[in-house]
Structure formats: C-alpha cells, structure tokens
C-alpha cells in the first residue's frame, strides 16, 4: 500500500514538472514571435521612400493616388528586405539583406527614417523661403512659341492619323501617340490630348518653356521624382560619351532616366593631389546639385533623384548591352561589381560594387530627344585647358572680359549675367568642371542655359576654388534677382545651409545617410559670403554692376530688400 501511494506521488510530481516545462516552452515561443514581429514593422512615414521635392505642395492628383500608395508598400518592402520574399520588381536578394539592414540601422541611430531635418520652433525655412516675393515673381504670360514641345492640333492629327491608318488597327479620335511595341514589360498604352493620360516624364517634357526648364509649384516635379525612385527597371545600357560610367534605364511607360553609381562615400574628399578632370564623379553630387540650383531660383536643372537598386536583377539581368554584361564579377568579398567601358575608371581595379547587391545610385529626368527638341552646346569662354602644365587665356588675362562682352552672343541680352549665374552655382558647390553648357535651338539665344553634369561638385568641403567665380569678379556683373535671392539666403532666417539640409532631407537615399555632410554644408554659407564680398568689391569700384531684370518690381513688393 505504501509503494502504491509512493507511485502516484512520484507520477504527479513528474506531470508537475512536465507541465511546468511546457508552460516555459511556449511563453519563450511567444516572445521570439514577438521580437520577429517587431523587425518588420515598417515606418509610419512614408517620407523615407516616396520624394516630396515641393515642401509647399504636399498633395498629389487623385488619379495617382493608388499607384502612389502601391508605389509606397513597394518602397518599404525595398526598404526591408529580411522582411520580403525576393522576386521581380526590383527586390532585393537575401544575400544583401545583412548589409543593407544595417545601412537602415545606422541611418536611424542618425537622423531616424522618414524625419526631416529639425526646424527652429516647428518652422520650416524651406517652406517660408518659397513663399517669399522673390521666388514667386509673376511671370509674363507664355505665347505659342515660348514652350519648346506641344501637342499636335486636331487637324494636324487628323492628317497624320490618315497617312497612317493603313498601318493601324484601330486608332480613337483624340489620339495624339499609340503604342505599338510588342517588347516585354512595356506598358500598352494609348496617349490622347488629355494630361491626365500622360506619364510623368512626358508631362515634363512638355512643360518646358524658354525660360526655365520646370515650374517649381507644378505638382508633376513630386510625381516625376516618385516615379524615378519607384518604378520598375527594364532595361540599362551604358551611355556613350563622357569619361566616365554612366548608364542608360528603362521604364515601363517609355521613360528612361540617367544613372550615376556610388563610387566613394559621402565624407571622402577629393585628394588634393588630383586634377580637376581626373576626379571621381559623385552620384551625391548630381542629387545636391538639383536642389542647390531649385533653392537658388533658377530651376535650370533636370529633376534628379536618389535611390537604391539591385545591381544584380536591375542591372545585370535586365542589359542588353554585351560591353556592359561582360564587365560583371564577384568580388573577393562576395559583392556584385562591374566596370563598363569608359575614358576613366572602367576596370576591375576601380569596379562599382554593391554590399553584395544593393547599390546607391541618382537617376536624372533625360531631356526630349534630339530628334524632338535639338540642343546647341556652347564652349564656355571661361572654360579651363584642361591640361597639368597650360593655363586657359581668362587665367592670364585680368581684362579677358571686355574680349567677351564684345563676342556674340554675350554683347547683348541676358546671355553674360545667365553664364555668371551658372559661374555662381558651379562657385557654391566647387564645380571647377564646366567647358561647356547647352541651350535649345528652338528658342535661339533668347533663352536659359540648362545646367547639366555636376557628378565633380561637392568634391572638397575644406577648399574652396576662387577661380570658378572669375566671370564674376572680372566682368563685374549679375543679375539682380539672383543678388537678391543669395543676400536673402545668407539671412540667419533663411541661412543657405539650412534650407539645403532640409530640402535634400526629402530624398530618399536620406534613409541610409545624409547626402551632404555638415563640413559641405558648411561650406556653403562660407562660399555665399565670398560670393556677396565680390559683388560688394565690384559695386565699390564700378557703377553698372547690377543688371535689373526687376526693373517693374520696386523693394516693396520684393518684400523689402534683404
């Protein structure tokens, strides 16, 4: 009787212990689930991966509003990759995933996903600074001939849909262009005289006017820049021309875009020991140079924007490029890299790498086709000899600008002050690299020049190049809304550095780190003061420095002069 009851003790003392081991087991179970869960929250902002250029105009068309939400889930899966099954559509593969989530770990350490660069007070300086007179002049009214593309009229149209009927299945009364590619991914599309029907790209090809290649409050610049930094890629091929590595996308509705890959990281400065076109190019650079030149007014810049691919499944799946596709490898580390063919820096001993797959790069709005809209290249009379022993003419000629104001098209119009406002922006970001710029034919000299090419901005924050600003200072001549504009920016309410901080906090490589550092930012209200100092010598030791292209604007309606 005894051993009996010593039995059932024993056995309800092991179905204790039994119990109790399983209670442990399944309270730990609950908590790893919890911890998984937890990594792939996404960020309640979407600031992070879908660009807001415009601070002012937050909203967007209700008709992109889906693909914009759809656009934005894709983004945070991007953004999240341990939390994604790889697949097409510009995914990331497991192998990156370790490399890229700690790029997304630092980023948060430093300035937190999503979040825009602190204001003083909840106040945005970007903000109030575009809604100061001087960036909302009225503008004169547009005729016929001041917009470089238009649309064909009805007649026009009607013409030409019937010499082309018998090519044609079925073509609706109002189409203007059809498309009839049959190549994989490309969207099937119609495009009719409605705006509405366009893609963003073409919406911007057909804003451009003689005066200035976009209109800042025009909410086509956030859809145009979302779209570069979310839409799938189909194709990239190398760009000819050029010195150095630069590749050629494709997007499903026809667009394409410039690409210029991470080379270096943000804090490495240019080596003093290298030659201005010897320099690497940045992909940071063409990024900060976009809204450097939008924060100064000019809007002379194509829309440029950051964003993290695939090196592997939007590069070198998708080329058709055999130069390209047979500079592929994999590093000693494990990292996907190629080369291309190019003047500079296309070998295996200078490759572009991802960590393994993922890759910084900037994608620029390409401009219409040749075809469409010719562009005359001008060589600059400022242009440097691009030479380690020989000096240009302007750098041994202290008089060099009376040559110039003689010269057509410089002795006359806005062609002089238009080359000093580019001289001003090349100056701010330490581009020593412009020998050349472009105009469009269309307009002949009456017109803006574009600003294009800027990957060796930004290269050195502790140096500053005096001789950039030498149309400046020999000519003694500007423009008199961009001398209002930078004394504006040199404000301690509006200082140059802040709003660039804030503005550049909207794209979306921000999440991984900030595309300027401070010392560059920096730098750039040291440089506005230079600017200013020159055009303050200039004013004391001439008279007609300032050319007034305000002359119907007096001080009170420029919100008084700063």
């Known amino acids: 009787m005894v051993r009996l009851n010593l039995r059932q003790s024993t056995r309800s003392i092991y179905l204790g212990l039994a119990c109790v081991s399983l209670t442990l087991h399944l309270l730990l179970a609950l908590f790893c689930l919890s911890v998984l869960q937890s990594a792939c929250i996404l960020p309640t902002s979407s600031s992070s991966s879908v660009p807001r250029i415009d601070p002012v105009s937050h909203a967007s068309s209700s008709s992109s509003s889906s693909s914009a939400a759809a656009s934005n889930k894709q983004a945070n ?88 009927k018998a090519n044609r299945d079925s073509v609706t009364s109002d189409s203007d262009w059809q498309s009839a590619s049959e190549e994989e991914g490309y969207d099937k599309v119609t495009w009719t005289r409605d705006k509405e029907t ?59 875009a410039l690409l210029k890959p991470m080379r270096q990281s943000r804090d490495a400065e240019t080596d003093v020991n290298l030659f201005y076109f010897s320099d690497f190019e940045r992909h940071n650079a063409e990024i900060a ?48 890299c190629f080369y291309g063919q190019c003047e500079y820096y296309c070998s295996s001993e200078h490759p572009v790498c991802g960590r393994p797959h993922v890759l910084e790069v900037s994608l620029a709005t390409m401009l219409p086709d040749l075809s469409l809209a010719p562009r005359r290249s001008w060589r600059s009379p400022w242009r440097r000899s691009y030479s380690r022993t020989k000096l240009a003419q302007w750098e041994k000629d202290a008089a060099y600008c009376d040559t ?49 090419d800027h990957g060796r901005a930004f290269g050195r924050h502790s140096q500053d190049e005096p001789s950039v600003l030498a149309p400046l200072v020999q000519c003694c001549r500007i423009r008199r809304s961009t001398l209002l504009r930078l004394r504006l920016l040199s404000r301690p309410d509006f200082r140059l550095s802040d709003v660039m901080r804030e503005s550049l906090a909207q794209d979306p490589l921000t999440a991984v ?17 230079t600017v200013l100092a020159a055009v303050q010598t200039c004013q004391d030791g001439n008279e007609d420095v300032v050319y007034d292209d305000l002359d119907e604007h007096d001080d009170q309606q420029l919100g008084g002069n700063p």
Not at 415 to 444: C, K, P, Q, W
Not at 447 to 452: A, G, M
Not at 513 to 529: C, G, Q, Y
């Open 77 to 164: 899966s991007r953004q999240h990759g341990d939390c994604h099954k790889p697949g097409v559509g510009g995914t990331f593969e497991n192998e990156g995933n370790d490399s890229f989530s700690e790029d997304l770990e630092r980023a948060r350490k430093l300035i937190g996903v999503g979040k825009l660069s602190p204001t003083e007070n909840g106040r945005s300086k970007l903000q109030e600074l575009f809604k100061h007179p001087l960036y909302n002049l009225p503008r004169p009214k547009l005729q016929e001939d001041d917009w470089l593309l238009r649309l064909k009229t009805d007649a026009e149209a009607e013409e030409i849909e019937k010499e082309e």
């Open 198 to 256: 366009h893609p963003p790209w073409l919406r911007f090809h057909l804003g451009i006017s003689r005066w200035e290649l976009y209109d800042r409050k025009d909410l086509n610049l956030a859809q145009l820049t979302h779209y570069l930094a979310t839409q799938r890629i189909l194709g990239a091929v190398q760009k000819k021309g050029g010195t150095q590595l630069k590749l050629l996308v494709s997007f499903p509705n026809y667009g394409q």
């Open 289 to 336: 140079a976009f809204h450097l030149d939008r924060v100064l007014g000019f809007n002379r810049i194509p829309p440029v924007v950051g964003r993290l691919i695939n090196v592997t499944t939007e590069i070198r799946d998708v080329t058709t490029d055999e130069r390209l596709s047979r500079t592929f490898f994999t590093s000693p580390a494990g990292n996907v």
């Open 404 to 452: 110039v104001k003689k010269t057509p098209p410089y002795n006359r119009g806005s062609r002089l002050v238009d080359l000093i406002d580019m001289a001003v922006l090349d100056f701010l970001m330490s581009n020593m690299d412009r020998h050349h710029y472009e105009t469009f034919e269309e307009f002949g000299n009456e017109t803006f020049l574009l600003h294009l």
């Open 513 to 529: 780190a900030p595309l300027l550092s401070e010392p560059h930012l920096s730098a750039l209200d040291r440089r506005l003061a």
